[in-house]
């Protein structure tokens, strides 16, 4: 296993790619503390990571609230006797959906970028000292697609997108002495409830049917597919593992060529 033994920290564990990212780790050999806003969804997940063997936490957090990080992070710190080798920082939001600038309320701008960003910045202000006590440590953040490119109607969520891949690589350039890796993961459109809601909002507001939304994402797509969140996981496990011990500071982008 690629992970033996190694104590990680999920945020955002409890649905979609942060539960596929949980599973795929401790499949891996990872014990994991999940966090999240939602308890109820991180149980269930842990207890799936304890059916394989591994040993798993739950901890309730809100990753835009520096006191809650920091208690969260004490307490992986507690229950992994000292150790933190690997944190993935899933947790994040979407914002408006084919939202002209112009129409987007202020503070939904401000919710976005805060949790998007905040919610990327705090988890590693608060793991970074443990990994560089123990000279080494992964990273992982999730980024998206719309970081890379422009994405017409999405100004909040592609802003924040851009920053965590800014926070990814000026922090892989601080910790990189440290022997410490810091990598984005970059989803496309990935298949789940929040695609789903996406084709959705954007059919009402153009008048189409939702099958119509989702067939222009394929058909933008090189593979013709849609991403799904294992797809998300296994990037994530490169990341995590050795098999990356000389990458920093970049991102891999998954989605299915969107970007391309």
């Known amino acids: ?17 942060g539960a596929a990212i949980t599973r795929t780790l401790a499949r891996e050999g990872a014990d994991i503390v999940l966090t999240a806003r939602d308890i109820a969804p991180l149980v269930e997940v842990a207890a799936e990571v304890r059916a394989m063997g591994r040993e798993s936490w739950v901890v309730g957090c809100d990753v835009t609230d520096g006191q809650e990080v920091r208690e969260m992070v004490a307490k992986a710190i507690e229950v ?21 600038v112009q129409d987007i309320d202020v503070d939904d701008f401000d919710y976005v970028v805060t949790a998007n960003e905040r919610g990327t910045f705090l988890p590693i202000k608060y793991v970074v000292p443990t990994m560089i006590a123990q000279k080494e440590g992964k990273i992982v953040n999730i980024g998206g697609t719309s970081g890379l490119r422009g994405y017409a109607m999405r100004t909040a969520y592609s802003a924040s997108k851009w920053a965590v891949r800014g926070i990814t690589r000026t922090v892989a350039l601080e910790l990189g002495p440290h022997n ?3 990598n984005a993961v970059c989803p496309g459109i990935v298949d789940g409830p929040r695609m789903q809601k996406l084709c959705e909002e954007k059919a009402r507001v153009r008048g189409w049917t939702t099958e119509e939304v989702y067939d222009e994402y394929v058909q933008d797509m090189a593979l013709k597919r849609v991403t799904v969140a294992q797809d998300i996981a296994n990037a994530v496990l490169f990341l995590a593992s050795e098999d990356s011990r000389q990458i920093t500071g970049q991102h891999i982008a998954v989605d299915g060529g969107w970007d391309v």
């Open 1 to 17: 296993m690629k992970l033996e033994g190694r104590k990680a920290i999920v945020t955002g564990a409890a649905k979609g790619m």
């Open 80 to 100: 992994f006797e000292g150790r933190i080798d690997i944190l993935v920082n899933v947790a994040g939001v979407t914002g408006p959906i084919e939202t002209p």
């Open 180 to 182: 410490i890796n810091v």
